[in-house]
């Protein structure tokens, strides 16, 4: 009766085989919850993380009598996201309710947008990287947007027993506080012609729409917290290519709550590989949702979800239509940010990066970091080392952001400038880091507490550096003779003796002054 | 120090107008403790078989009252109606006292806040005395669909108040309160008006905000007052009315001058229009009758009366009966035992889901008729019907709104019967749910186009039992129904003398009620015997 946590694993077929018998259809749906200090039809508080239905009212609660008044706060921000998205935005548009029974849902209705959605047809240009690694130009794919349109958000269930999920829960606890918080949902015309790269594309788009609702300053875009979500759609139809858009799509699967940029990519990735084996095995997909395990990286079957449910969606009687007129909205558009592309290409000017460098930066999902810890005081050039560097390995390979680490802009620009100063070598500043990532503290916290400096008093230095040279008279030998790069021996000889707490350059510089040709 | 009256002069003081009334408070001849106390002393004799209050809050109303005389005394300037108690239909919320909305699902919930309305009572100053009955969801014309006993009316006990908002009329019309909040979302205030021969007004749409009312059908729903007469009902309207930011549908506008136009004697010049589809055919003939005559009273105040046609208001119940079901089918949704309210274990199960317990709870806490209209509304909002019923009730909605429209450009207000019959017996209807929507016929049309309309008497047909005449304004025009209304009243007080109230000519509701009781309980003796 109870499913585990990781379900069955499902036979998949591999990746690079099932895309090139098949082509991927997606449909992307992300729910944004704006970061408004009020709900969406209530004055209740926003705040993350409160105490369990400490944020709640009569209208959030949905108590008998309680009626909606509309945030003009979310509406603002959903024109704004939507002129972001290049949508049209509708100068006439009502809420709708979609109705059906859920504990977690207080007037057991929805009120969300229907057939009148405030933002439509638009589109969002993602860039996902080169083909090999030899740094070609990113590509640029055009993902269309369907819809963004206005809605609440429901309260949270916590199902508590063996099952994790209803059924079978012993109990359930619904918390109020997140029922109201204003959402917008973006939804995708279908993604087609991405081929094998569409989980690249889908976790690009998701990424791209990330740093541009970050941008606009609209929301906290966590996905951690659940302030972005995504659900990924995905079928796949037979490829010809001789005719690929005539191709009728296939049965599709929702894969609800993908809640990181690598997930994205996986779950997509993985329901390709399944959705192939199970038309390889002549049989035919379910329409259902699918939930994603993030420990074993697969999707196990949720309800089934028919093109039929019936929501009984009508207007929303309690609200009165949305009517933003054209010169607020021309007036919005102007305080719209820079396009991420755009800004990417102006930052990458202003840093000096290398197309390559920039690639790097971007695939780490680095640029805004790198743009604040630029802005805190560090050079382009160091920013990106630190940030593209170690961080970016360690959230490669824990499949989690660069930002996830506790790790903040002014502590690596702290960092540079120990760097810059001479303060710190850079094996000593890897050091540091790893102690700020073990949460020891700031980088020079961390410098002090283990003794972490570079000698800067020479004698002890030349000392060292007159050691090594009587300890390799053969080497330098070779120097004097004018192999200077015969030095490194040298200079590593000091390094050891330093014990790793001397300046190398300085080490290199007197090297060279003591074995200097006679004139 | 507490004030006493006699029986008798407290049975006189609750035969004041409210109007009386806050004269007398404001000149120092009268304490709103006495007010109170009278009314509270009616109640407690009258209640028990008339069961217009669900429940009486004479704690609450006597602290408000000596607030009001202990500031009054003090020299403190106060609003016109502080002091003069008042009853709340039951489907408004009231911190702290329960609100039933006339059903079991709701029997115990203690909302912890006020309506709107409500809100503005107690900031008039005026003691709520308690809560009224109404037909569960204010669904039905005849308060025997409350989850806790019919409301008897008090000119005949085996009739009904109509409804839903028989016990605020019933109350009014027995004295056991001079004003009363009713809502209307088809005729729930009006027509309870006119088989009590009291005044009752369903304000414009937006008028008077809905926050804190429970929703029947959104769309529909409109708050308003209920009294004995026109000028009573225009300052309790100019109490409630007004713009509330609570409420999205609640029109950003002053209150139409509503006591002002209630002043209005003379109608020269004014036209007024019968709604033949509105008379005649399904209209008994003596309402027949008193409507006929009040027209005539209205020519003779100078009115110019014509007949305009509505042709789409044939097809008013219908498309209420679709859009009211669709929305109360979505309102009603909440009520799921999560929450609030009734919550019942299914018989036989040992661990129920949470769909299991809804679904016991929602057969449990809901009467018969709030089923019927989940059920049809559920059906009518399905995919593959919505176009075909809910689609074509608007597209029906938005003629009759066009219909009243082209009927303003040529009269400024509309008059026909308020309900086609008098008051019918206790039980007649309950087998028959399309005969009790037929009681709405006249009604309806005003809540599908949200323009304003006023029950006032006519006075009494064949039966004993008394009629009103409905009169119809434009939107936000409220004023114009109210002059029509009172000077029709003054005209018809002339002619019936006394203290011109249709009243004055109904039986004595405590004989009634004495025979009553005695009835039922010899009844009981031998059936105990």
């Known amino acids: 009766m109870t499913t585990t946590s990781t379900g069955t694993p499902a036979r998949v077929v591999d990746f690079d085989d099932a895309v090139a018998r098949f082509d991927p259809v997606m449909g992307l749906e992300v729910h944004v919850e704006l970061s408004t200090a009020t709900k969406m039809f209530c004055g209740c508080a926003t705040t993350f993380g409160a105490d369990p239905n400490t944020q709640v009212c009569p ?461 | 120090m507490t004030e006493t009256t006699t029986p008798a002069a407290g049975e006189e003081l609750t035969r004041l107008t409210a109007a009386a009334m806050a004269d007398r408070l404001t000149a120092g001849e009268l304490t709103s403790e006495q007010l109170v106390h009278a009314h509270l002393d009616r109640i407690e004799r009258l209640n028990p078989v008339l069961n217009a209050y669900l429940r009486v809050d004479a704690e609450g109303a006597l602290a408000t009252a000596r607030e009001v005389d202990a500031a009054r005394a003090g020299g403190e300037q106060l609003p016109r109606l502080a002091g003069v108690p008042v009853a709340v239909k039951d489907i408004a919320c009231t911190e702290g006292l329960v609100t039933t909305a006339g059903s079991r699902m709701l029997a115990a919930w203690v909302p912890p806040y006020d309506a709107t309305v409500v809100r503005r009572l107690r900031e008039a100053r005026m003691p709520i005395l308690g809560k009224t009955n109404m037909d569960e969801f204010a669904m039905g014309s005849s308060t025997e669909h409350s989850a806790f006993g019919p409301t008897r009316n008090p000119w005949d006990l085996d009739r009904i108040p109509g409804g839903s908002g028989g016990g605020s009329s019933a109350a009014v019309a027995a004295y056991l309160a001079p004003l009363a909040i009713g809502s209307d979302t088809g005729g729930s205030i009006r027509q309870p008006a006119a088989v009590t021969g009291t005044v009752g007004a369903k304000p414009t749409y937006g008028g008077v905000s809905r926050y804190g009312v429970i929703a029947l059908a959104s769309s529909l729903d409109q708050i308003g007052p209920c009294a004995r007469t026109v000028t009573d009902a225009a300052l309790l309207h100019e109490v409630i009315g007004g713009h509330d930011p609570m409420d999205s549908t609640s029109i950003d506008a002053p209150v139409p001058p509503v006591l002002e136009a209630a002043g209005t004697r003379d109608l020269t010049g004014l036209r007024v229009g019968i709604v033949s589809e509105l008379t005649g055919e399904g209209y008994q003939p003596d309402v027949q009758a008193r409507f006929d005559e009040a027209v005539a009273q209205l020519r003779e105040a100078g009115a110019e009366v014509v007949e305009v046609s509505c042709p789409h208001f044939r097809y008013a119940l219908p498309a209420y009966y679709l859009i009211l079901p669709s929305e109360a089918s979505s309102n009603l949704a909440r009520y799921d035992a999560m929450r609030y309210g009734l919550r019942v274990h299914p018989e036989g199960v040992d661990r129920p889901s949470a769909e299991q317990v809804m679904a016991a709870s929602r057969d449990a806490g809901f009467g018969d008729e709030v089923k019927r209209r989940i059920i049809l509304g559920t059906y009518a909002l399905s995919a593959g019907y919505y176009e075909a019923y809910y689609g074509q009730a608007q597209k029906v909605r938005t003629l009759i709104a066009r219909d009243f429209e082209a009927a303003f450009e040529q009269v400024d207000v509309l008059i026909s019967p308020t309900a086609p019959t008098t008051a019918f017996r206790i039980g007649d209807k309950a087998e028959d749910p399309m005969a009790m929507y037929r009681n709405d016929i006249a009604t309806i049309p005003a809540n599908l186009a949200g323009v304003p309309g006023l029950s006032v008497p006519a006075g009494i047909a064949g039966d004993g039992l008394p009629v009103g005449v409905q009169l119809l304004a434009p939107a936000t025009s409220d004023e114009r129904m109210y002059a029509v209304g009172a000077a029709l009243e003054a005209r018809l007080a002339a002619q019936w003398g006394g203290s011109g109230s249709v009243l004055d000519r109904a039986p004595d509701v405590s004989a009634l009620v004495d025979a009553f009781a005695t009835t039922a309980s010899s009844a009981d003796r031998e059936v105990t015997a």
């Open chain 1, 59 to 519: 209208v959030c609660l949905g108590l008998p009598g309680a009626l909606p008044v509309v945030n003009e706060g979310a509406v603002e921000s959903a024109v704004r996201i939507g002129l972001a998205l290049n949508c049209r935005i509708a100068d006439w548009c009502r809420f709708a309710r979609k109705n059906y029974f859920y504990p977690d849902m207080p007037k057991n209705f929805q009120t969300s947008q229907y057939d009148e959605p405030i933002a439509f047809d638009g589109y969002l240009d993602v860039e996902i990287p080169g083909a090999g690694d030899s740094g070609e130009p990113p590509e640029v794919f055009r993902v269309e947007i369907e819809r963004a349109h206005m809605e609440e958000d429901t309260g949270k269930s916590t199902h508590v027993g063996t099952s994790g999920r209803i059924h079978g829960a012993d109990y359930s606890l619904v918390d109020y506080n997140r029922a109201g918080i204003p959402l917008i949902e973006i939804v995708t015309k279908p993604i087609t012609g991405a081929g094998e790269r569409a989980p690249e594309v889908a976790r690009a788009y998701v990424g791209a729409l990330r740093d541009l609702l970050r941008a606009l300053g609209v929301s906290d875009v966590r996905m951690e917290q659940g302030s972005l979500r995504c659900d990924a759609n995905l079928s796949l139809r037979p490829r010809d290519d001789a005719a690929q858009q005539s191709v009728p799509f296939g049965t599709r699967t929702e894969t609800k709550n993908v809640n990181s940029l690598r997930s994205v990519e996986r779950a997509v990735r993985y329901e390709i590989c399944r959705h192939a084996a199970v038309l390889d095995a002549g049989q035919a997909v379910v329409q259902e949702t699918r939930h994603w395990h993030e420990d074993t990286g697969i999707t196990t079957a949720g309800r089934p979800k028919s093109d039929a449910d019936d929501y009984r969606y009508f207007p929303e009687p309690d609200l009165v239509p949305v009517s933003p007129s054209a010169e607020w909205v021309e007036g919005l558009r102007a305080t719209l940010p820079e396009p991420p592309a755009q800004r990417r290409r102006r930052l990458q000017q202003d840093w000096g990066y290398s197309d390559l460098e920039m690639r790097d930066v971007v695939n780490a999902g680095a640029v805004e970091v790198i743009e604040d810890t630029v802005a805190a005081g560090a050079t382009p050039a160091g920013a990106r080392k630190w940030w593209t560097g170690e961080l970016a390995r360690r959230a490669n390979a824990e499949g989690r952001e660069v930002t996830d680490f506790g790790v903040t802009p002014a502590h690596v620009a702290e960092l540079d400038g120990m760097v810059g100063e001479g303060r710190l070598n850079d094996s000593m500043a890897r050091q540091v880091l790893e102690g700020v990532l073990a949460g020891e503290g700031t980088p020079t916290e961390v410098a002090d507490a283990r003794g972490l400096r570079m000698v800067r008093d020479d004698s002890a230095l030349e000392e060292a550096v007159d050691a090594a040279i009587a300890a390799s008279p053969d080497v330098a030998d070779k120097v004097r003779g004018g192999k200077v790069q015969a030095a490194g021996a040298l200079i590593g000889q000091v390094m050891k003796q330093m014990k790793g707490q001397a300046d190398a350059a300085r080490a290199r510089e007197l090297i060279l002054e003591r074995l200097s040709p006679p004139e």
